[in-house]
């Protein structure tokens, strides 16, 4: 080592920066350094991808009960206890959080439990005061969400509350149409939560195979979810406040398509109510006043770089603040790096891990490894899961002409019970190379289906690679080897 008192020091103990620091040290005898501000594991495993995963299963039970009793079996609905699980929820939390400590520890990497942030190419400032050098900085501080810009946005939770709760809310508006937006509508209402969902734009889950994201909406719709597209939130006041009535009759009832049931939450905001935390008036660009028990922004999240000294050294930073870096995730600051949610490329956990390993292969192992961004399988855990890899047909259609197999279908499975839940599969094929350039699923199961399909398209398979192979009988994705003449071309 050259002076310095760490080869490397991280900062940020999430997906992508733990597995560097371990995987520097561990693998490539780096002596190491992290900090960590929070809890360790970050995002996805504090409050992110685990707990909201652990949320769907818990949401889907209710569904799975009618679907057992439709086969046969004698069973009673009872009510889902959120305190219990909750209890149980923190607990698993904090069990992973120790197993990412110890990892840490395992490998030989020092932690510090503190903010941290940069004070010079080589140096670091951490919250209890000490300074420390390092020949290499890590950035991997992620994100954080945001809410929008309007007058009493801080009356609305954010995904990082949704853990937390004392107690789940009767009614709940979300705001947004990203996957978060979509996935905890579908968690809430399967919790027996009346969801409303606002989303500005045209359709929900922008960026997605247009047909996909049609089906997911239509689902949602009929499984409960109040959705209403080309709608968002203008004014929002507590329940109850001088503000909110003084926006009260504004517009007719009728007009403004409220129900019975509106109209008696409405009056409720004569009772008075307490601001924080208490049911929220809102007004949106639909004429519709409604008084919700919780309003969730889901409206976007903001890479973490205020206040870290990044650009005093010269470290780029974006319109949206996100760290500027090249292809090996090394910022303008020659012995600074960044990777993950932090430099806004592809925000998900499997990605900041390979960009940590492939920092880790560039700087510590004398191989020089870009991240590859291409064909990025991943799924949206709405009921049914969308799950995708590749163009969509309408992306496809941009860059080449294209041949499109479609099917959709009712699952047996669920049709049996009685639900008239669809499925779709669908290849986008390039017309010149017969490469499948997209496969997006929407089924129970999606996510799993498109991590298989994932490494079939990544290996560049051809719609003749798909044919050649046996379906596996009976199930829903024998659909995807299935397909035999296009439903469009062009
Ligand atoms: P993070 O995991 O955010 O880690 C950054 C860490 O840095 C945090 O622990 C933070 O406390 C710490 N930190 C920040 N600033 C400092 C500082 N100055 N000093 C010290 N520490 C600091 N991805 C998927 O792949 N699949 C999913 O299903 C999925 N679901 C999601 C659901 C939700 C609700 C959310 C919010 C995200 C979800 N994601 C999902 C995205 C995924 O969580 C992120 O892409 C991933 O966690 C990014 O990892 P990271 O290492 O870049 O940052």
Redesign the pocket.
């Known amino acids: 080592m050259s002076g310095f008192d760490y080869d490397l020091f991280v900062?940020?103990?999430?997906?992508?920066?733990?597995r560097a620091a371990r995987v520097a040290a561990g693998e490539a005898g780096a002596k190491v350094a992290l900090?960590?501000?929070?809890?360790?594991?970050?995002?996805?495993?504090?409050?992110?991808?685990v707990p909201?995963?652990l949320m769907v299963f818990a949401s889907e039970y209710a569904g799975v009960v009618e679907d057992a009793q439709a086969y046969g079996w004698q069973l009673a609905q009872g009510p889902f206890d959120w305190t219990s699980f909750r209890t149980r929820l923190n607990a698993e939390l904090d069990r992973l959080e120790k197993v990412y400590r110890s990892l840490l520890k395992g490998s030989g990497v020092e932690t510090f439990d503190?903010?941290?942030?940069i004070a010079g190419p080589h140096a670091v400032k951490l919250s209890t005061g000490e300074e420390k050098t390092a020949k290499h900085i890590l950035v991997?501080?992620?994100?954080h969400?945001v809410r929008p810009d309007l007058p009493n946005a801080h009356l609305g939770i954010v995904?990082?509350d949704i853990f937390h709760l004392d107690a789940l809310p009767k009614s709940l508006l979300i705001i947004g149409g990203g996957?978060?937006a979509c996935?905890?509508a579908g968690i809430m209402n399967g919790l027996g939560v009346e969801v409303t969902q606002y989303y500005r734009g045209a359709q929900i889950l922008r960026g997605f195979d247009d047909e996909a994201r049609g089906l997911v909406a239509e689902s949602m719709r009929e499984s409960g979810i109040d959705l209403h597209v080309g709608t968002n939130i203008m004014e929002m006041a507590p329940a109850g406040a001088d503000h909110a009535l003084s926006h009260a009759g504004t517009g007719s009832d009728a007009a403004m398509g409220a129900t019975a049931q509106d109209r008696q939450v409405r009056d409720s905001r004569d009772a008075p109510q307490t601001a924080a935390g208490g049911p929220v008036w809102v007004k949106s660009t639909n004429g519709a006043e409604r008084v919700f028990d919780k309003v969730l922004f889901a409206t976007g999240?903001d890479p973490?770089t205020a206040g870290?000294g990044l650009e005093e050294v010269g470290v780029s930073l974006g319109r949206r603040g996100q760290i500027v870096v090249d292809g090996y995730s090394q910022t303008a600051v020659p012995s600074i790096y960044a990777?993950?949610?932090?430099t806004d490329r592809v925000?998900?956990?499997?990605?900041?891990i390979r960009e940590?390993m492939a920092f880790v292969e560039t700087v510590f192992k004398g191989n020089p490894t870009k991240v590859d961004h291409e064909l990025i399988p991943?799924?949206v855990?709405t009921q049914p899961e969308l799950g995708t890899v590749g163009l969509s047909e309408e992306a496809a259609r941009e860059k080449e002409e294209i041949e499109v197999y479609c099917t959709s279908f009712r699952p047996m499975q669920t049709a049996f019970a009685g639900r008239s839940d669809r499925a779709l599969m669908k290849l986008i094929v390039s017309k010149a190379s017969r490469k499948v350039l997209g496969c997006h699923i929407v089924a129970p199961g999606a996510g799993e289906m498109i991590q298989l399909a994932g490494i079939a398209v990544k290996m560049g398979a051809t719609k003749e690679d798909f044919d050649r192979t046996v379906a596996v009988h009976p199930t829903m994705s024998e659909e995807i080897v299935t397909m035999r003449s296009p439903m469009r071309t062009g």
């Open positions: 900062i940020g103990g999430g997906s992508g920066g733990v900090a960590e501000e929070d809890r360790y594991g970050g995002t996805c495993v504090i409050r992110g991808c909201k995963k503190a903010r941290a942030t991997a501080t992620g994100g969400p995904s990082d996957y978060i996935e905890f999240r973490n870290m990777i993950g949610d932090v925000n998900l956990t499997p990605v900041a940590g991943s799924a855990f």
